[in-house]
């Protein structure tokens, strides 16, 4: 499998700066949180996106994926989802990155029935421009649909291989899914593995991995038990919490404690 990170954990760093981080610590690649605050979004020139996907290339580091913040269960119109989604496939084309994510988003309030719809309508339309583009959109599994079972009930009636699954073993385990479980409902649709640790189920503040509760050992197990080769990806939320420690303190350890649980040798 490859390792990558998130510039979520390194909020607002220069791209050199994140790939600086990556080729010290030996990961493969980089989610790029995309986000108007951050150095890569939807609104970076041609140039600009250019530059971008030079860099990365010079440094050898791959683009694993754009992380954005369209919610394709959201209630209102399709446009202003679909464009966002749009903008995100063009961007992730632009830099040479094969997925980006979306989340769900559904209204609590709204029949579940209704809210699956809209989202794998929304998806199923915007299958198409990223079949033309190449790229997959990642629908992760998150809010209103966090775990794996709550996932296919959007992705099985969408059925268009450019639409697929983002696994977040945080949200799964909240959600109480099993590792196994989640790879069961997930396995036929699945892009890449976000990883992460947590304190508690009431105390998300994120941790160095392996320090905490979340189920890493047994995720990466059955993930390898069934000759998964994909990305798993430290998704490190240190944007939202700043009493968190700093990143990339931690990620060599993080590195090594990934390499432990897929065997590499020491």
């Known amino acids: ?51 971008t996907a030079a860099l990365f290339k010079a440094e050898g580091v791959e683009v694993l994926g754009l992380a954005g913040y369209a919610r394709v269960a959201a209630p209102g119109d399709d446009a202003p989802v679909l464009d966002e989604i749009r903008g995100l496939l063009q961007l992730a084309h632009d830099l040479g990155a094969p997925f980006i994510r979306v989340f769900p ?9 209704e809210s699956d719809a809209l989202a794998a309508r929304r998806l199923g339309t915007a299958a198409e421009d990223a079949s033309a583009l190449g790229v997959r959109i990642l629908l ?6 966090r775990t ?13 291989r450019q639409v697929g699954a983002l696994w977040d073993v945080m949200h799964t385990w909240l959600g109480g899914e099993q590792p196994d479980e989640s790879y069961a409902a997930l396995a036929p649709h699945l892009g890449y593995v976000q990883v992460k640790d947590i304190a508690s189920a009431d105390d998300t503040t994120p941790l160095p991995l392996g320090a905490g509760v979340l189920p890493l050992t047994e ?18 939320e240190k944007r939202w919490y700043d009493s968190a420690a700093p990143l990339p303190a931690l990620l060599g350890a993080g590195r090594g404690h990934l390499g432990r649980l897929l065997g590499e040798a020491a």
């Open 219 to 236: 995720c990466v197990d059955v993930l390898c038990r069934h000759g998964w080769d994909g990305w798993l990806c430290w998704e490190y």
């Open 148 to 160: 794996g079972a709550d996932a296919i009930r959007v992705l099985g009636p969408v059925g268009h």
């Open 1 to 51: 499998m490859k390792l990558a990170f998130s510039t979520l954990g390194v909020p607002g760093m220069s791209v050199p700066g994140v790939l600086a981080l990556a080729n010290e610590h030996g990961y493969h690649g980089v989610e790029l949180r995309t986000h108007p605050e951050e150095p890569v979004h939807t609104g970076l020139s041609p140039a600009e996106r250019a530059e």
């Open 140 to 145: 992760e599994t998150h809010d209103s649909h």
């Open 105 to 113: 988003g559904a209204d609590p309030d709204r029949p579940r029935t």
